[in-house]
């Protein structure tokens, strides 16, 4: 049963007022729309103790100050990233010892919880300015103009995946069993480099990449799979290449290259890619190949292929009809970064 509602210091005089006046419990219980029990220990502690208040209630002390707290509250506010283990040793300086966690318990009631940081391409404010351009000048661009782009990315996927942050229930004295462990291989156990391409209609084309990629075998790519997946894809005269600045992208080669194929290339914010919807396509991809559990990487790269052409053109429309969305993020943090 919960704690019943502390009645007003107010309230109660007025019931000890109206009692001395000659009114009775049950009379002035229903006046104040309380119960009589409520209405007689008030007027029972008025009568033994001669006062409503109630008396302060006995309990630890607190080791942290007021001004420690308001200290330590200034200082992860100031930085972030001061652990608890920071913030006792600097209690403990002054003579105060408390546990790690009695810390954190205070910056809980300050609405302060420590996060995992968010990792996010280092935006200079040349960055920013730049993002901050591209989002005002796309803002209230038509959705006919973004079913004309045609989006492109590149992207790693390794053969066992990413096995950072993975859990496992399990008892104690359990850590190594086999179902209880991620295996490593030396030297990262293989991956493939992948382009692929994106539009309004749904997915166009998704390749492998040998070794590593330089201008030419990006002019090469672009020459053998752009044309195609445009018109996969059905894009209409005066569609839009969209690609990050990667430098072999810019380089004065593949200019040229773009210039001789008049290819409408999409200007293009540095250290963006939370603004290219592609990025979102690469998660979901992963995870699905890696449900699979591919064991070379033959596999991982058939796996791959087969989970891009299974991509739903509706996800495609849900993203690009919610761009305006991250349009609107970069410009609310006037060029940082968004939640995208």
Partial sequence: MGASKQLSNDLKTKIVQHHGLGEGYKKLAQRFKLSVSTVRNIGRKWKTTGTVLVKARSGRPRKISEKQRRRMVRTVKVNPQTSSKDQQHDLAAEGVTVHRSTIQRTLHKEMLYGRVMRRKPFLRTCHKQS??????AHLDKPASFWNKVLWTDECKIELFGHN???????????????????PTVKFGSGSIMLWGCVASAGTGNLVRVEGRMDSSQYQQILANNVQES???LKLRRGWILQQDNDPKHCSNSTKAFMQRNNYNVLEWPSQSPD???IENLWCDLKRA???????NLTELEMFCKEEWSKIPST?????????????EAVISA???STKY
């Fill in 131 to 136: 993002r901050l351009r591209y989002a005002k």
């Fill in 164 to 182: 950072k942050g993975r859990y496992a229930w399990r008892k104690k004295n359990t850590a190594f069993q086999d179902k209880h462990l991620l």
């Fill in 230 to 232: 445009v018109t996969k």
């Fill in 275 to 277: 603004l290219n919807i």
């Fill in 289 to 295: 190949v890696h449900a699979q559990k591919p064991s």
């Fill in 315 to 327: 996800t495609l429309q849900t993203l690009i009809g919610s761009y305006r969305k991250r349009l």
């Fill in 334 to 336: 006037k060029g940082g």
